[in-house]
T-cell receptor
């Protein structure tokens, strides 16, 4: 069973540019979440998508956006890049119910390491 | 979600059991305890989770105290590949808030 696939693995962009990161969840998983990891702030939740709808979003600048397609693949976009956006961006998928208890953990991809210069 | 407290670092000898503690004194009745680990520069890896009963899988055991205010992750025979940051997370199973809130975790170093 293939895991969560994130592309690209590494990316170098200059300030002011925009970037799109891609995440393909495990087959059958309908929930995709995005996280940012930096040395200073650690691992922080960005947003979650389920059935093409954003279900949860943390307080990040509006430059950070995402979407989910009908096949559950997700993309995250960061516009007008700043040096502080340099981070490891992680995607996680889960076999999600619409509520109540669940017994499946999140599966993370290996991440996209974004460097803004 | 309840906050968790973990020691910043621990050492363990290869082949010995690693016992990683986590305090979650404000946990509520419908909150699960999850453990993840992150090996350097990789994505976090799910290890185990539990509500109130002790749990065991092929990777580890999770011991939750009767009052649920603390738990211990046990790696029965630690190997060098178990060197990683281990995160204890408390997660509400209900509602629509499914985000994982990561603290600083415990850096476990397994020594030869």
């Amino acid at each position: 069973k293939a895991g969560v696939t994130q592309t690209p693995r590494y990316l170098i962009k200059t300030r002011g540019q925009q970037v799109t990161l891609s995440c393909s969840p495990i087959s059958g998983h309908r929930s995709v979440s995005w996280y940012q990891q930096t040395p200073g702030q650690g691992l922080q939740f960005l947003f979650e998508y389920f059935s093409e709808t954003q279900r949860n979003k943390e307080n990040f600048p509006g430059r950070f956006s995402g979407r989910q397609f009908s096949n559950s693949r997700s993309e995250m976009n960061v516009s007008t890049l700043e040096l502080g956006d340099s981070a490891l961006y992680l995607c996680a998928s889960r076999l999600s119910s619409t509520g109540g208890s669940f017994s499946y953990g999140y599966t993370f991809g290996s991440g996209t390491r974004l460097t803004v210069v | 979600d309840a906050k968790t407290t973990q020691p910043p670092s621990m050492d363990c000898a290869e082949g010995r059991a690693a016992n990683l503690p986590c305090n979650h004194s404000t946990i509520s009745g419908n909150e699960y305890v999850y453990w993840y680990r992150q090996i350097h520069s990789q994505g976090p890896q799910y290890i185990i989770h539990g509500l109130k009963n002790n749990e065991t899988n092929e990777m580890a055991s999770l011991i939750i105290t009767e009052d649920r205010k603390s738990s211990t992750l046990i790696l029965p025979h630690a190997t060098l590949r178990d060197t990683a940051v281990y995160y204890c997370i408390v997660l509400n199973s209900g509602g629509s808030n499914y985000k994982l809130t990561f603290g600083k975790g415990t850096l476990l170093t397994v020594n030869p």
